[in-house]
């Protein structure tokens, strides 16, 4: 069974930094695309940044210039920076990869809460 797990959530203030991370683990061949969404209360989820495996990247355009993804191969795990951060940022962070183990499924984690607020 995959599972993604995030961390590194939590509350900044205006202007300040964090950074997500999600691991990968579980019965994994190979993980090909990896991103992270947002969902702020009320809205609907929206991709926030995408890495493939080769590390080209896409980001939404609120966010280009403030936030870095990132991923290590050999740990699973996708990263994203998020600096100069604004309180519309604030929202549920969700990881999500396309993995390949018992066939090629698209997965999700449980998402890690980021609260911008002075």
């Known amino acids: 069974q995959v599972q993604l797990v995030e961390s590194g959530g939590g509350l900044v203030q205006p202007g300040g930094s964090l950074r997500l991370s999600c691991t990968a683990s579980?019965?994994?061949?190979?993980?090909?695309?990896m991103a992270w969404y947002c969902q702020a209360p009320g809205k609907q989820r929206e991709l926030v940044a995408r890495?493939?495996?080769?590390?080209?990247?896409n980001y939404a355009d609120s966010v280009k210039g403030r936030f870095t993804i990132s991923r290590d191969n050999a740990k699973n795990t996708v990263y994203l920076q998020m600096n100069n951060l604004k309180p519309e940022d604030t929202a549920v962070y969700l990881c999500?990869?396309?993995?390949?183990?018992?066939?090629?499924?698209?997965?999700w984690g449980q998402g890690t809460q980021v609260t911008v607020s002075s």
């Open positions: 999500n990869a396309d993995i390949s183990g018992e066939g090629l499924w698209n997965y």
């Open positions: 579980g019965s994994i061949a190979s993980i090909g695309f």
């Open positions: 890495v493939s495996r080769g590390g080209s990247t």
